[in-house]
């Protein structure tokens, strides 16, 4: 099946592309990578009067470094940013989740953009974002906005009609933040049936000085797992705890796949393999310093 009949157009400017969507609206899509986009377009499950090209827009390939922040524009591919050095030693945890997003192949024409504005509940990269406390830049007419990650991916309606993603925000990590990513899938490069991603750090006394923990694929959203209480507690302690105490927070979907309460058993098993190997990575750290 093909799609049906659409205007194309290819602007060479952000300015441009908001311009277009501002008088077209609802009528109109976004193609960035089109790794969601094009099967949709030939299953006619989306119908657009226009389709919007961005992919040709310098301003939005751009990975940059600004104060406390590192920001990715909503064109950078997936594995651009894999292959980003910036990335590595500034966003490790996005660094961790990228072998996991789908295949080489996707990778390659796939964006950091295009994943979060499709924010499916099992992708990694809004799981990275939320887990980071990370925010999303919405460009339109009216101007920019910034809306924090954990905020965007609560419902459809935060992006409006008129707005593009221009770009990912990503707080840039402490020298001495240890990080892990931990995922099962049907298959590697599916999405996955819950995923789990990891980011702390231990004082001198090897106790949790910070600590964020996400999970996905066991809700409708990425959650970022409230972990306010863990904090100071000897490390030796939080593994297992914070298993027990994720699973317990959250309501597991239940469809074709997996059951809901496989999805709890998994959430347990992946929480607690993260969260070691992240502090496994802290205490090798220390040792290599000492």
């Known amino acids: 099946m093909k799609p049906v009949a659409f205007d194309y157009y290819r602007p060479q400017a952000l300015s441009e592309a908001v311009a277009l969507l501002s008088d077209m609206g609802d009528e109109a899509t976004i193609l960035a990578g089109g790794m969601t986009l094009g099967p949709m377009l030939n299953l006619r499950v989306a119908r657009p009067r226009a389709v919007i090209d961005i992919s040709r827009i310098p301003a939005l390939k751009t990975i940059s470094v600004q104060s406390n922040v590192v920001l990715t524009g909503a064109g950078v591919t997936q594995s651009d940013a894999l292959r980003s050095e910036v990335i590595q030693r500034e966003v490790p945890l996005l660094a961790m989740a990228l072998p996991w997003v789908g295949h080489f192949q996707t990778r390659n024409r796939g964006t950091l953009g295009g994943s979060v504005a499709h924010a499916d509940p099992s992708a990694e990269i809004p799981l990275a974002l939320v887990t980071y406390g990370g925010a999303v830049v919405l460009q339109s007419r009216r101007g920019q906005r910034r809306v ?28 001495n933040a240890s990080h892990a990513f931990a995922e099962i899938a049907q298959r590697h490069g599916d999405f996955a049936i819950v995923a789990a991603a990891c980011s702390l750090r231990l004082d001198t006394l090897d106790r949790v000085e910070e600590l964020s923990l996400g999970v996905g694929g066991v809700e409708g959203r990425p959650i970022a797992v409230a972990v306010n209480s863990f904090l100071r507690r000897p490390a030796g302690e939080i593994a297992a705890d914070l298993s027990e105490h994720a699973a317990a927070n959250l309501t597991p979907m239940e469809d074709h796949s997996v059951s809901a309460d496989y999805r709890t058993a998994l959430t347990k098993v992946l929480v607690a393999r993260a969260v070691s190997s992240a502090l496994d990575v802290a205490r090798q750290r220390r040792g290599h310093l000492q």
Request: proline fraction near 11%.
């Open 148 to 175: 924090p990650a954990r905020e965007f991916f609560l419902g459809a309606l935060i992006r409006r009609s008129d707005e593009i993603i221009a770009a990912l925000e990503w707080p840039r990590c402490a020298p």
